[in-house]
């Protein structure tokens, strides 16, 4: 009986092997060329998943001939990486040790700067792989002393090697000769959003299912039957929630949160939570972009699974909290009236000092002082208006009274 390890057991062992990244491993490859020079380098690369970064590790790790150590950000912690430093005192002048960190962006910033006094004698050589933007979630001191490598998604005529390896695997262990046409190994590319891995593990399904040829219908079995992770599937979530959120209803709001969870979309929640915290709760609730962003902090920091319980805090207060898009709809129209090209010359008593004519409103009464801040060009235009939430009605009728009863001084 063949298991769902059949990935793992035609994982690539050379850089010929690995498909879809030629712009790294291929004869030109900039990481090939490196190796072949001799010359090793704290790496990150960043990409989708199944795109092959643990793969090139181990791939690299065995041709470097230092010592290979392992770990997932999600479960490790700094115990984890001081028993890894803690080695470095026995094989300091060795060669070192080769440390593989995936998911880096579950590590937090103490457990990152662990490292950073390693990597600056040699004694740690670091890859790490993240399916994030790196700029967003690695510390700046481990980015600047990285070389930083994207991993494309995989194009369904990639993967069809891979599938007919697989296919032969198959064949051989089971001592049957099912076919599958071009066609189809198309179609299973294409349904594995360039994740390899899955496009393995989904053949494999339907290569059981089959009769003899493997057709669409196969794969369609158990394609139907589970949520490919691809774009489009990852940003219609993300929308089900932001829309659950704005049309305030909580139930669906919690359920597309656990959806985006349990497939291990952490970092996506946090950021769109925090974007709905200030694009449609906005001025109505103006503490809940504070609150989400600590329940986020806290997330990041707890990992999965307690991680859902902050997250189901903020998502629950954002749904059931006032909403108001007032402060997105000025922005959206002041960046109108700048891709115009208008504005381009602003009042010269707010460019500098040295032009004089600025009125300094805390020095009048209530701190306010009538005076021309827009443009000449964009005099009287009205950009923001109140929504109708107690907290904006209740700054408008204030302002209203002070600017009312302010001795207009232009």
Known sequence: MIHAQLADLLRPESFDDIVGQDHLFGER????????????????FFGPPGTGKTTAATIIAKASGMTFRKLNATSASLADVKA?????DNIFGAGGILLYLDEIQYFNRKQ???LLEYMEDGRITLIASTTENPHFYVYNAILSRSSLFEFKPVTKEAVRPVLLRALDYLNRESGKEKTVSDDVLSYVGSASGGDVRRSIVLFENAYHAAEGEITKEDV??????ILSFNDDVHYDLLSCLQKSIRGSDPDAAIFYLAKLLSMGELLSACRRLQVI????IGLAYPQAAAIVRACCESAVELGLPE??????NATILLATAPKSNSANKAYEAAMAKVQE??????P???QSPLFKGYLYPHSYENHYVNQQYLPDDLLGSVFYRPGENKTEQAAKDYWDVIKKNTKKEL
Do not use: C, Y
């Open 277 to 280: 915290a200030s694009e449609d």
């Open 341 to 346: 090209g208008k504005g381009v010359t602003v």
């Open 307 to 312: 991680a859902g319980i902050p997250l189901s």
């Open 84 to 88: 890894i430093i803690s080695e470095t």
């Open 112 to 114: 990152q700067q662990s």
């Open 220 to 225: 369609d079995r158990f394609d139907a039957g």
């Open 29 to 44: 490859g900039v990481i090939r060329r490196m190796l072949a020079g001799g010359r090793i380098t704290n790496m990150i």
């Open 348 to 350: 010269k008593h707010l």
